[in-house]
Nanobody, 117 residues
């Protein structure tokens, strides 16, 4: 499985961005898709995830502002980010998790989101 994240960039506070993550390869193995982020000097943290049944989970810090969704026909997961603040500045990574007797994790390369005026 290969994951390609994109869509990062510079955005002003209060602005929006949408990050797509395109999966290729044995995508049918993936049970959970998620978005993580890592700010400078901080540990990587989960932002949102979407399960194969469509259920979603969000970090408290992004609830009501970010939305994770998936387009199965395009093998793509999106992270719609609204009302961005400087605290959202980070490298955003997508992750695919597949259960095959144990969990396998696949990471995309990361895309930088900078929120600044």
């Amino acid at each position: 499985v290969q994951l390609q994240a994109s869509g990062g960039g510079l955005v002003q506070p209060g602005g929006s961005l949408r990050l797509p993550c395109v999966a290729s390869g044995s995508t049918f193995n993936i049970d959970i898709m998620g978005w993580y982020r890592q700010a400078p000097g901080e540990q990587r943290e989960v932002v949102a995830q979407i399960n194969s049944d469509g259920s979603t989970l969000y970090a408290e810090s992004v609830k009501g502002r970010f939305t994770i969704s998936r387009d199965n026909a395009k093998n793509t997961v999106y992270l719609q980010m609204n009302s961005l603040s400087p605290e959202d500045t980070a490298v955003y990574y997508c992750k695919g998790s597949a259960w095959q007797s144990r969990w396998f994790a696949y990471w995309g390369q990361g895309t930088l989101v900078t929120v600044s005026s």
